[in-house]
Nanobody, 119 residues
Protein backbone atom coordinates (compact mmCIF):
# COMPACT_ATOMS: atom_id res chain seq x y z
CA UNK A 1 0.00 0.00 0.00
CA UNK A 2 1.01 3.58 -0.61
CA UNK A 3 0.05 6.68 1.32
CA UNK A 4 0.28 10.17 -0.17
CA UNK A 5 0.02 13.31 1.93
CA UNK A 6 -0.14 16.77 0.41
CA UNK A 7 0.75 19.98 2.18
CA UNK A 8 1.45 23.63 1.39
CA UNK A 9 -1.92 24.85 0.22
CA UNK A 10 -3.40 28.13 1.39
CA UNK A 11 -4.71 31.55 0.46
CA UNK A 12 -2.60 33.82 -1.74
CA UNK A 13 -3.18 36.95 -3.78
CA UNK A 14 -3.09 36.89 -7.54
CA UNK A 15 0.48 37.06 -8.76
CA UNK A 16 1.78 35.32 -5.67
CA UNK A 17 3.42 31.95 -5.18
CA UNK A 18 2.86 28.74 -3.27
CA UNK A 19 4.81 25.51 -3.01
CA UNK A 20 2.98 22.25 -2.59
CA UNK A 21 4.57 19.06 -1.29
CA UNK A 22 3.48 15.46 -1.57
CA UNK A 23 5.11 12.92 0.71
CA UNK A 24 4.83 9.27 -0.27
CA UNK A 25 5.22 6.35 2.11
CA UNK A 26 4.71 2.63 1.94
CA UNK A 27 5.50 0.49 -1.10
CA UNK A 28 6.94 3.20 -3.34
CA UNK A 29 9.77 1.24 -4.93
CA UNK A 30 7.93 0.64 -8.21
CA UNK A 31 6.84 4.20 -8.89
CA UNK A 32 6.67 5.11 -12.57
CA UNK A 33 5.57 8.69 -12.19
CA UNK A 34 3.83 11.05 -9.87
CA UNK A 35 1.47 13.78 -10.82
CA UNK A 36 -0.55 16.74 -9.68
CA UNK A 37 -4.21 17.20 -10.52
CA UNK A 38 -6.70 19.81 -9.45
CA UNK A 39 -10.43 20.16 -9.20
CA UNK A 40 -12.34 23.40 -8.85
CA UNK A 41 -15.94 23.51 -7.62
CA UNK A 42 -18.35 22.42 -10.33
CA UNK A 43 -15.55 21.46 -12.69
CA UNK A 44 -13.96 18.21 -13.76
CA UNK A 45 -10.61 17.14 -12.44
CA UNK A 46 -7.80 18.67 -14.46
CA UNK A 47 -4.28 17.40 -15.09
CA UNK A 48 -1.64 19.85 -13.87
CA UNK A 49 1.75 18.14 -14.26
CA UNK A 50 3.59 14.88 -13.85
CA UNK A 51 7.19 13.84 -13.36
CA UNK A 52 8.90 10.61 -14.30
CA UNK A 53 10.29 9.17 -11.12
CA UNK A 54 13.41 7.64 -12.69
CA UNK A 55 14.50 10.45 -15.02
CA UNK A 56 12.86 13.48 -13.46
CA UNK A 57 11.45 14.50 -16.82
CA UNK A 58 8.41 16.75 -16.30
CA UNK A 59 5.30 17.31 -18.35
CA UNK A 60 2.80 20.14 -17.87
CA UNK A 61 -0.76 20.92 -18.70
CA UNK A 62 -1.22 23.88 -21.01
CA UNK A 63 -2.87 26.05 -18.39
CA UNK A 64 0.18 26.00 -16.08
CA UNK A 65 3.11 25.90 -18.51
CA UNK A 66 5.68 28.54 -17.74
CA UNK A 67 4.22 29.25 -14.29
CA UNK A 68 4.39 25.96 -12.39
CA UNK A 69 7.43 23.73 -11.84
CA UNK A 70 7.24 20.12 -10.74
CA UNK A 71 10.19 18.44 -9.04
CA UNK A 72 10.97 15.50 -6.83
CA UNK A 73 13.36 14.30 -4.17
CA UNK A 74 13.75 10.56 -4.70
CA UNK A 75 15.63 10.02 -1.46
CA UNK A 76 12.75 11.51 0.52
CA UNK A 77 9.97 10.13 -1.71
CA UNK A 78 8.61 13.62 -1.99
CA UNK A 79 7.26 15.58 -4.93
CA UNK A 80 6.86 19.32 -5.15
CA UNK A 81 4.88 21.81 -7.17
CA UNK A 82 6.20 25.36 -7.24
CA UNK A 83 3.38 27.61 -8.35
CA UNK A 84 4.24 31.13 -9.45
CA UNK A 85 2.21 33.95 -11.01
CA UNK A 86 -0.92 32.46 -9.55
CA UNK A 87 -4.28 33.44 -10.99
CA UNK A 88 -7.77 33.26 -9.50
CA UNK A 89 -8.55 30.48 -11.97
CA UNK A 90 -5.87 28.35 -10.28
CA UNK A 91 -8.16 28.10 -7.25
CA UNK A 92 -8.90 24.42 -6.66
CA UNK A 93 -8.21 21.43 -4.49
CA UNK A 94 -4.86 20.04 -5.59
CA UNK A 95 -4.25 16.29 -5.44
CA UNK A 96 -1.08 14.32 -5.87
CA UNK A 97 -1.19 10.87 -7.36
CA UNK A 98 1.13 7.98 -8.08
CA UNK A 99 1.30 5.72 -11.10
CA UNK A 100 3.09 2.41 -10.77
CA UNK A 101 5.33 0.66 -13.27
CA UNK A 102 3.32 -1.29 -15.81
CA UNK A 103 0.13 0.61 -15.11
CA UNK A 104 -1.71 3.17 -17.23
CA UNK A 105 -3.66 4.64 -14.34
CA UNK A 106 -2.86 6.56 -11.20
CA UNK A 107 -3.57 4.02 -8.49
CA UNK A 108 -2.96 6.10 -5.39
CA UNK A 109 -4.23 9.54 -4.48
CA UNK A 110 -3.72 11.97 -1.66
CA UNK A 111 -6.49 13.66 0.28
CA UNK A 112 -5.97 17.01 -1.44
CA UNK A 113 -4.92 20.47 -0.35
CA UNK A 114 -6.90 23.65 -0.98
CA UNK A 115 -5.33 26.47 -2.97
CA UNK A 116 -7.26 29.73 -3.09
CA UNK A 117 -6.08 32.68 -5.17
CA UNK A 118 -7.80 35.98 -4.49
CA UNK A 119 -8.08 38.71 -7.11
Amino acid sequence: QVQLVESGGGLVQAGGSLRLSCAASGRTFNTNRMGWFRQAPGKEREFVAHIRWDTGIPFYGDSVKGRFTISRDNAKNTMFLQMNSLKPEDTAVYYCAMRLLGSLDYAYWGQGTQVTVSS
